[in-house]
């Protein structure tokens, strides 16, 4: 892979740069090759691929069965207490975290794991940065986290990565100094705001999925006329995809809210779902996703092909998994999964919860300085 630019069209016919390598991966088959050399972190994983929904025309009741499963195994619905309660739980637990131990027990051999090479840090939004809470429009990170992002931000690269719509989690960051990759990757920017890592050679903007903005449209007004009667329901628009969110509806018509999904999408076969935490999400079938937004971007910044980075990808969510994968198959860095129960993932640590989150960014910021005034 190379870092050279080159120019794409988007479908309004506009000029939009990308690298080779980008574009390769979006418009081909094959996954860029996997880096033998130069790994990090430890890899205590169990492989797995994140689920793509298939959406089908026949047997549509089993596939809507299926997803309701699904989101109800992917997002437990109350977690009573961060320990586990009985004796099973605590024996799944402990094996669990003999595989994915806690990033901030295990923070010495993770730094001298990074020793001689640049962090540069990924996080996603919700669950990560902000706690889970009803009403996607009040997900607000603290003012002590957006501090520890900022601080990271001196030291390390830093990008947030999200399903959410850029504007909207630029909206909640507030940090000019960020890179932004929305829409689960698929809206790509770099730092506003002057940043030393920045290099104005190089504007990052990538969308791979522009053409499809008129169709998702369409599709989030034909859903918010077909889910309106069902209670608690919502659609948000991240404009280049949506949002189908269950939370707040009674578990009784979570059937009948995914039948909805399930009808308006067998007329968009350009469409797939995919699920988060109490949520469906539809997007555009092309090969992008945010494990190759995070690829994206450590060539956007000079290291593609670099044994020098060590990329740390923070995230809770099954959208996050293609992320840790990457990183898994490179043996560069690591992800670590923000979780209070097991889980199948690709990450090599944990963290329990934001809170949790921000002592790991507060504690790296702390190292780094220490080992700069060492240093000098
Ligand atoms: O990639 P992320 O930054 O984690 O975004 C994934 C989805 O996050 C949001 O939904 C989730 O958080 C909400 C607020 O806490 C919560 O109410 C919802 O149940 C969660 O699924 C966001 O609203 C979605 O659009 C993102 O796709």
Not at 311 to 335: C, H, N, S
Request: glycine share 6%; aromatic share 8%.
């Amino acid at each position: 892979m190379t870092n050279q630019n080159v120019l794409v069209s988007d479908a309004k016919g506009m000029a939009i740069t990308v690298t080779v390598a980008a574009k390769k991966a979006m418009f081909s088959q094959s996954v860029p090759k996997p880096m033998t050399e130069g790994g990090g972190g430890g890899c205590f994983t169990i492989p797995m691929n994140i689920k793509v929904l298939k959406v089908d025309t026949e047997g549509g009741a089993a596939r809507v069965n299926a997803w309701v499963d699904s989101l109800r195994a992917s997002s437990p619905t109350r977690v009573k207490s961060a320990t586990p309660q009985s004796l099973s739980e605590t024996v799944d637990y402990n094996s669990w975290t003999i595989h994915h131990p806690s990033a901030m027990s295990m923070f010495e051999q993770i730094t001298n794991a990074s020793k001689g090479k640049q962090i540069v840090m990924f996080l996603d939004y919700d669950g990560t940065l902000s706690p889970i809470v009803e009403d996607p429009d009040s997900a607000f990170m603290s003012n002590e986290m957006r501090k520890a992002v900022r601080d990271a931000a001196r030291y390390f690269p830093t990008a947030i990565v999200s399903g959410r719509c850029r504007d909207k989690v630029y909206s909640f960051v507030q940090l000019g100094e960020l890179y932004y990759a929305g829409s689960h990757g698929m809206d790509i920017r770099g730092p506003s705001k002057s940043s030393k890592y920045k290099n104005d050679n190089q504007a990052v903007l990538f969308q791979p999925a522009s053409e499809f903005v008129p169709m998702i449209d369409e599709v989030y007004k034909t859903l918010l006329e077909k889910t309106r009667s069902i209670s608690g329901s919502r659609v948000e628009n991240n404009k280049f995809c949506l949002s189908v969110h269950f939370r707040c509806v009674d578990e009784k018509s979570w059937a009948a809210l995914a039948e909805q999904v399930r009808l308006v999408l067998n007329e968009y076969p350009k469409l797939r779902l995919t699920q988060g935490r109490k949520v469906l999400e539809i997007r555009p079938t092309i090969k992008w996703d945010k494990g190759k937004a995070l690829e994206f971007l450590l060539e956007s910044l000079g290291y593609a092909n670099s044994n020098e980075v060590f990329p740390v990808y923070i995230g809770d969510d099954r959208t996050d998994e293609d992320a840790f994968k990457v990183l898994r198959d490179r043996g560069q860095g690591f992800g670590i999964l923000v979780s209070k129960v097991p889980k199948e993932t690709n990450a090599s640590y944990t963290l329990q919860e934001p809170a949790e989150v921000k002592d790991f960014l507060r504690r790296l910021v702390k190292w780094k300085r220490l080992s700069n005034q060492q240093r000098n």
